[in-house]
T-cell receptor
Framework: DSGVTQTPKHLITATGQRVTLRCSPR?????VYWYQQSLDQGLQFLIQ???????AKGNILERFSAQQFPDLHSELNLSSLELGDSALYFC?????????????FGPGTRLTVT | EDQVTQSPEALRLQEGESSSLNCSYT??????LFWYRQDPGKGPEFLFT???AGEEKEKERLKATLTKKESFLHITAPKPEDSATYLC?????????FGAGTRLTVKP
């Protein structure tokens, strides 16, 4: 158990819909990262937040957005969903702002878009 | 463009048969190279971070090494519980890029 929690574990929704994925980092960690893992693309970095502020952006689509709240939990919002958005979404946390700190991953949310 | 390539894609070993996994990278501004282990349906589990060429780190049956262009994950006398996908990731100034992974199966 990494100490990072993600909800829900599974999500099934239809194309065009909007969903919100939630992540709670390990106690004491200030950075939260979001990743997408699909069979054809592998694990892809989406975005990083540190202590409430956006710090780095990867391959995140404009239809996707995230935020980190004062209690440090984070949410990833996915809108206008397409079939290709079906994937495992992982959140990870680390203690510092630099991505060279080791990251601890949550168990993931499996999103299925039908 | 930054690239991270892992080989082989899959590796089957007998218990006790040592081997190495490779991660080659072409990136600008390497800040760190990471190895993770991932079991099916679960999140990656951190193993090592390497920061500069020549660096080595060990943990139980695993040893990671780093050169200027590649990293190796050596597995000594593996056991069936070492079966997993091993992911390599490279942190640059602006990005974190993962390889596709090596799926390791260790048969008893």
């Amino acid at each position: 158990d990494s100490g990072v929690t993600q909800t829900p574990k599974h999500l099934i929704t239809a194309t065009g819909q909007r969903v919100t994925l939630r992540c709670s980092p390990r106690s004491g960690d200030l950075s939260v990262y979001w990743y997408q893992q699909s069979l054809d693309q592998g694990l892809q970095f989406l975005i990083q937040y540190y202590n409430g502020e956006e710090r780095a952006k990867g391959n995140i689509l404009e239809r996707f957005s995230a935020q980190q709240f004062p209690d440090l939990h984070s949410e990833l919002n996915l809108s206008s969903l397409e079939l290709g958005d079906s994937a495992l979404y992982f959140c990870a946390s680390s203690v510092g702002v630099s991505a060279t700190y080791e990251q601890y991953f949550g168990p993931g949310t499996r999103l299925t878009v039908t | 463009e930054d690239q991270v390539t892992q080989s082989p894609e899959a590796l089957r070993l007998q218990e006790g048969e040592s081997s190495s996994l490779n991660c080659s990278y072409t990136v600008s501004g390497l800040r760190g190279l990471f190895w993770y282990r991932q079991d099916p349906g679960k999140g990656p589990e951190f193993l090592f971070t390497l920061y500069s060429a020549g660096e080595e780190k060990e943990k139980e049956r695993l040893k990671a090494t780093l050169t200027k262009k590649e990293s190796f994950l050596h597995i000594t006398a593996p056991k069936p519980e070492d079966s997993a996908t091993y992911l390599c990731a490279v942190q640059t100034t602006n990005d974190m890029r993962f390889g596709a992974g090596t799926r390791l199966t260790v048969k008893p």
